[in-house]
């Protein structure tokens, strides 16, 4: 399945709002900003618009976190049921997660994608979007010749998160009247009828990952990962 990323400098962790673009993802989408008497991202809209159904989707077993919210004006919405949004909502909405782990949490991403924007084929990829918090560890740039992938500036110097067991974080969308990505879902999708958040990647204090699923822990080159089981993480 094709997806269309758009990073978004969103992610906040409590109080603290980070701005970035992951460094390892070599993705992009440029943003189109749009006047229509229907949409403008942040402006009033001259019909009401459909109701929204928000769903999660967490591949494998036993992950080690928890989705504790979705929220639209830092008000819980349910989940699985369609919900009433006004315009503007992209920027107003927000994920919760908690570490359910017994290890600290440095790194968390997730994927909010909006499925009627594309086909899912590479001529028609469904728009997303990326946010994460914190920085990955040295060892996810590890090759297996020992080596490492460059590293970005902007991955070196994002702020830290040490996120204890039973802890969370908070994803945020950016509320600069100059983000696009509204507009964007709407100029594709014609009508926004459901919304997936997706869990992604996280690493924890001793390195090691949950992605998409699979566990694993750090080892040297040349095999760089090891896979583990849920119980063995």
Known sequence: MQRRNRFR????REKSMTKTLKSWLCLAFAGILISSSQ??????????LPDITF??????RQPPFKIVQVLIDNKPIPLDVPVSVSPGWVNRLAIVIQ?????????????????ETGTGESNKPILTTVNFLGRQPSHAFLRRDGTSRPVSDVMLHHPEIHIPP???????????????????VYRLAGTV???????????FADESTWQGGWFAIPEPP??????????GF
């Open 193 to 203: 009828h459901k919304v997936t958040v997706l869990p992604r990647t996280f690493f």
């Open 9 to 12: 400098p969103c992610v906040e």
């Open 55 to 60: 769903s999660t989707h967490i591949p494998g």
């Open 99 to 115: 570490n359910a782990s017994k290890k600290e949490m440095i790194y968390g991403e997730i994927i909010v994608e909006f499925p």
């Open 222 to 231: 040349p095999v760089v990962w090891r896979e583990v089981s849920p119980d």
């Open 166 to 184: 039973g802890g969370t974080m908070r994803f945020t969308f950016d509320a600069n009247p100059n983000n696009t990505l509204e507009a964007d």
């Open 39 to 48: 949409m403008v991202c942040g402006q009033a809209s001259s019909s009401p």
